[in-house]
Every structure is written in structure tokens, then in C-alpha cells.
């Protein structure tokens, strides 16, 4: 099998609409084209006009129950990802990432918080529509064809079927997918089930993308190819949100680092601002130290 790559065409074509909000309760409709070339020129620090709030969270607590307590997994967690931002959210392994992600997704209902999507309460049908997610681990019914599987997902969005037809092709070429789309998906390795996720995310061509661990399960080559995919979905006004471990993949990304750590916010900074901190000690280093520093006030 010859294996694609995610940058050998573009995922979206160039009739690909975003929708910029205008400040004034409008949409502009966009021609799909990246910033500078055509497609309306960008606000300040590279968002487009607007810039207004998509994700506002604020004192998000999220608590599991067990049979003797109650484990309180995020603690009072304020942030907001404006439109046009790619905002990456670190953090050790059980700090909070997959708890807050999940709520931002109306998948679990915090203990107290708020959070908003596109203006509208978590998990409604209507910031759903315009968000593409990739869940950490992606479990997929396995007797269906991964063709099958994006017209489930875009049926699910209201894609009309005909521009699924033109669509799904396009996009499993782009993940590398296109000589298997007819194969059922409990034969696809998990990498290959990784990309899959990735083409079901952005089936709907969404206005915000959130990826739970951003390149897990791929390999060294997808995880740079999503890069560059990122990069162009970027230039062309996307919000992005995304958790991962690899510092050097939040460095090649975002606009801006959240860190979390034992459930609280740790640092929210700027990347140019992060790596002004980090100095030559690198990000890791920098990013450990604060985890020192946080430890030892308690």
C-alpha cells in the first residue's frame, strides 16, 4: 500500500467558507483563502477581525465520585481561547487536560464553572455543529468502512451528501487513507485509525477544532504532516485547541500555552512570552521548574 501524506493537497479546497464574527451579531463569510491573500486581512497577533471569545471557561470544577469520596479532577480553572487562536494545553499526565476537554464538550457537567462555546452553553447541538473533535483515544465501530464512517460523521453535521461525495475522497488522500476508505475499521492499525479521527474532525470543515493529545498514535511522519495541516488551517482563521506532551509540538503551533497541573492553572502566557522565560533552558525545562515552584508552595 502506498501511504499519503497529510500535506500532499490541501484539506480544504478553495471554496472553503469560514465564518469571522464582524462584532456586531453578523457572520462574514470568508473565501476561504489565508491570511493576506485575498481573504480579509488579520487583527492584531494574526486572528482574524473579530478576535471575539469562541471557549470562555471560568472557575471550572469537575469532581469524580468514588465509593468513599469524591476526586475533585479540575479546581476553579479560568481561561479563553479567542477566535483565530491555536492555544495548546499542557500539563502532567492526570493534571486535568482530558477532565476539562471533555466538559468544554458537554460530555461530563462540572461541579460548578461555566463554559461557553460560541456563546452557547457546552454541549449544545449548536456549538457541537461548529466544532471538529478528536477524543484521546477514538474507538470507532469496527464493521464499518472508514468512508462510511465520515458519511456517518458528516450526516451528523448536516453536510448535504453531495458535498460529501466530493468531500471524503479529498480528505482521505490528504490523511493518507485513500487506498483503504473500502477496508473495515477493525483492520486499520491505530495509527491509521488516528488519521481517520483526524479526517472525522474536520469532515464538517468546523470553525474550531479540539484534539484530546494531538498526534497520538502517529508516527514521526504524520506527526509532522498534521503539523503543516494545522499550520494551513491556522492561516485561514480556524481556532484551534489542542492537549498534548510534546513541547515541541506546542512550539511549532501555538499562539499561546496554558498549563495545568494537580487541576489548577499553572501558567497562561503567550508563546513569544513563554519562550522569553524559558530562555536557553528550553521550554521542558522552563515548564518543570514552575511544576517545582508550584510544589513547593504547598
Known amino acids: 500500500m502506498r501511504r499519503g501524506t497529510f500535506g500532499e493537497r490541501r484539506l480544504f479546497g478553495p471554496g ?4 469571522r464574527s464582524c462584532g456586531d451579531g453578523r457572520d462574514e463569510v470568508g473565501t476561504g483563502e489565508p491570511s493576506g491573500s485575498g481573504g480579509g486581512a488579520p487583527c492584531g497577533g494574526g486572528a482574524p477581525c473579530g478576535g471575539g471569545p469562541v471557549i470562555e471557561v471560568e472557575d471550572l470544577v469537575v469532581e469524580y465520585k468514588t465509593r468513599r469520596r469524591k476526586v475533585r479532577a479540575v479546581q476553579g480553572v479560568s481561561f479563553r ?6 492555544v495548546g494545553f499542557i500539563g502532567p499526565n492526570g493534571a486535568g487536560k482530558s477532565s476539562t476537554i471533555k466538559a468544554l464538550m458537554g ?3 462540572p461541579a460548578a464553572g461555566r463554559i461557553t462555546v460560541f456563546g452557547q452553553p457546552a454541549g449544545t447541538v449548536e456549538s457541537k455543529l461548529r466544532i471538529g473533535y478528536l477524543p484521546e ?3 470507532y465501530y469496527p464493521f464499518l ?3 462510511e464512517l465520515l458519511k456517518l460523521y458528516g450526516g451528523l453535521h448536516r453536510v448535504p451528501p453531495r458535498t460529501l461525495r466530493e468531500r471524503i475522497p479529498r480528505l482521505l488522500e490528504a490523511v493518507g487513507l485513500s487506498e483503504v476508505g473500502d477496508r473495515l475499521i477493525r483492520n486499520y492499525s491505530k495509527g491509521m485509525q ?3 479521527g483526524i479526517a472525522q474532525a474536520l469532515i464538517a470543515e468546523p470553525e474550531c477544532l479540539i484534539f484530546d493529545e494531538l498526534s497520538s498514535g502517529l508516527d514521526p511522519v504524520g506527526r509532522h504532516d498534521l503539523r503543516r495541516v494545522l499550520l494551513d488551517l491556522k492561516a485561514r482563521g480556524a481556532t484551534i485547541f489542542f ?3 510534546e513541547l515541541h509540538e506546542v512550539e511549532a503551533l501555538c499562539d499561546r500555552v496554558i498549563a495545568i497541573h494537580k487541576g489548577e492553572v499553572l501558567f497562561d502566557l503567550p508563546l513569544a512570552a513563554l519562550k522569553e522565560r524559558a530562555g536557553a533552558a528550553g521550554l521542558e525545562e522552563c515548564f518543570m521548574s514552575l511544576i517545582r515552584e508550584r510544589e513547593g508552595e504547598r
Open 107 to 109: 460530555f461530563i457537567f
Open 81 to 86: 481561547v479567542n477566535e483565530g487562536e491555536c
Open 145 to 147: 468502512k472508514g468512508t
Open 243 to 245: 492537549s498534548s506532551h
Open 16 to 19: 472553503w467558507r469560514s465564518r
Open 137 to 139: 483515544v477514538a474507538l
Open 194 to 196: 488516528q488519521r481517520l
